[in-house]
């Protein structure tokens, strides 16, 4: 279970304010930049969400703040405990492998609707996105925004099949998997999976739908090997929440 640091701890780093103009300060828009925020490993499991630090940040009112942290637990990226505040979710064992079980069955059926209905425009803008996962990985990126960027592709794809309530819940269960991938400590090789992303829509070209489900399944497997699962994640320290949106 999270915990509120205690005086004793060393004082967070103060959260750099921006212009609200240069950001969507709708509840929504809150929620969306703390779930980028949170997939791109700027907050790590067990952070503390402050609504006075989260205010100063948006520049908008603490309400504004608790609505946007209602919609992240909804989602399962954070957690909201009585009396003490919202933290990001700090995901069990047992939750990492019941999350890559659900995102096998679920992207399953995404593929299959892909394969069945992707339009050219569909398959151009995953090869780009693949493009883009390399150009990252040549170029040396940090590693945490690659790491992004290959969740993204799945994302992308769950949009691209037509179903926008699956897709909903693909996005969600990336995100939760960005949390895993942080707490477990991924040995996952970026241009390795890269390459899988790869194979895996020249499968989807071909029309063979159970291929390329059998395709992502297997990238799915690897992904979750690729993890440290014999144990609960240690714990870490919580930090205030910092330099959001770089």
């Known amino acids: 279970m999270p915990r509120v640091p205690r005086s004793t701890a060393s004082p967070a780093a103060p959260v750099p304010a921006a212009p609200a103009a240069e950001r969507d300060t709708s509840a929504e828009g809150i929620a969306k930049a703390l779930t980028a925020a949170i997939a791109a490993r700027k907050l790590p499991p067990g952070t503390w969400l402050r609504e006075e630090a989260l205010g100063r940040v948006y520049a908008v009112s603490r309400t504004k703040i608790r609505a946007a942290l209602l919609l992240l637990s909804k989602d399962k990226l954070i957690q909201t405990i009585p009396d003490k505040g919202a933290f990001v979710s700090r995901p069990t064992v047992a939750e990492a492998r019941e ?14 609707l892909f394969v069945k209905a992707g339009s050219m425009v569909d398959y151009s803008a995953l090869q780009h996105h693949i493009r ?3 150009q990252m990985h040549e170029a040396g990126t940090e590693g945490s925004l690659q790491e992004k960027l290959l969740g993204d592709f799945h994302v992308v794809l769950a949009e691209r099949a037509g179903n926008a309530v699956l897709a909903g819940l693909v996005r969600e269960l990336v995100g939760r ?3 895993i991938t942080m707490l477990y400590q991924s040995d996952n090789d970026p241009s390795c999976a890269t390459d899988e992303h790869e194979s ?3 499968i989807a070209r071909s029309g063979d739908a159970e291929a390329a489900v059998a395709n992502m399944v297997q990238h799915l497997r690897r992904v979750e090997a690729s993890l440290h699962l014999s144990s609960d994640g240690p714990e870490r320290p919580l930090d205030l929440v910092k330099a959001l949106l770089e």
């Open 99 to 112: 999350v890559f079980a659900v995102r096998r069955l679920l992207e399953s059926e995404v593929v299959r």
């Open 132 to 134: 883009t996962e390399r």
């Open 177 to 179: 998997s960005s949390l």
């Open 200 to 202: 895996f829509l020249r």
